[in-house]
C-alpha cells in the first residue's frame, strides 16, 4: 500500500486549497482496505506525510513548533480539481478528531523498528519537506541509539548529504555523537584496510600459484 499516491490524489482534488493533516488521514480511511487499519496506522500515515515528494510539486506547508506538518496544499496549474467557488471544496473545512501528537523521535522509532519491511526500506531513503534525509533528522535529535539503528555501509554517504539549508547531518551533531561517527568511521576504515590487505594477499597467492603452474607446463616439456 503506497500512502504517498493516495495523498498525493486527495492533495490534486483539493488543489489550491489548505488541508489539515487530519483532514487527509480521513480521507485516506475511506480508500484503506480495513486490513491495513491498525495501531500503527496513524505513525505510517505520518512517515508517509512526512517523506511525500515535495521536490517533485508545488506545495505550501504551514507546520507546528515541532517542525511537523500541520497543513498542506498543492498548487496545480489545472482547471481539473475543485474550483475556490465549489461548494465541495468547504468539505476541506471540516473539523476532525486530531491525531496523536507523536514526536519526531516516535515516528523514526517506528520506522527503524520496521526497517526490515521492503516499503519502509524505501521510505528510509526518501527525505521531509526541507531537505533532511533521516540522517539529519537523527542527528538533529543527537540520539545515538537511532544512530546505531539506522547507519549502516549502504547508507555511510548520507552523512554528506545537504538539506535545503546546505547542512550535512554531521552540522547538527553534538560533540558526543560527533565522537560515536568518527569512532565509528575509523573502525570502518580499519575494516575496509584488513579487508584490502587480505584481497591482496589472496591476489599475490593466485598470481604465484599462476606463475608456478606456468613455469612448470614450460619446463616439464624438456623432461618429456
Known amino acids: 500500500m503506497n500512502l504517498h499516491l493516495l495523498i498525493h490524489d486527495i492533495l490534486c482534488r483539493f488543489n489550491k486549497h489548505f488541508l489539515t493533516k487530519e483532514f487527509i488521514y480521513h480521507q485516506c480511511l475511506h480508500d484503506v482496505d480495513d486490513k491495513n487499519l491498525n495501531k500503527d496506522f496513524e505513525k505510517k500515515f505520518i512517515l508517509y506525510l ?5 521536490i517533485m510539486n508545488n506545495i505550501e506547508i504551514k507546520e507546528d513548533d515541532d517542525d511537523m506538518i500541520k497543513e498542506i496544499r498543492i498548487l496545480n496549474d489545472t482547471d481539473d480539481n475543485f ?9 476541506s473545512d471540516e473539523s476532525f478528531e486530531a491525531l496523536n501528537e507523536y514526536s519526531k523521535h516516535e515516528i523514526i522509532t517506528f520506522a527503524l523498528d520496521h526497517k526490515e519491511e521492503e516499503m519502509m ?4 531513503t526518501m527525505e521531509d519537506h526541507k531537505g533532511n534525509n533521516f540522517m539529519h533528522l537523527i542527528c538533529k535529535l543527537n540520539d545515538k541509539k537511532l544512530l546505531e539503528k539506522f547507519i549502516n555501509d549502504d547508507n555511510y554517504n548520507y552523512l554528506l548529504d545537504t538539506n535545503e539549508k546546505g547542512k550535512t547531518p554531521i552540522d547538527y551533531c553534538n560533540t558526543k555523537l560527533m565522537k560515536h561517527i568518527t569512532s565509528k568511521n575509523i573502525d570502518k576504515i580499519s575494516y575496509l584496510e584488513h579487508k584490502i590487505k587480505m584481497n591482496l594477499e589472496e591476489f599475490d597467492y593466485r598470481f604465484n ?16
Not at 526500506?121 to 528510509?124: E, P, S, T
Not at 600459484?209 to 618429456?224: C, H, Q, T
Open 121 to 124: 526500506k524505501i521510505l528510509l
Open 50 to 54: 512526512m517523506t511525500y515528494p515535495y
Open 209 to 224: 600459484m599462476y606463475i608456478f603452474l606456468l613455469l612448470f607446463l614450460i619446463v616439464k616439456d624438456f623432461f618429456i
Open 83 to 91: 474550483s475556490d467557488e465549489s461548494d465541495e471544496s468547504d468539505e
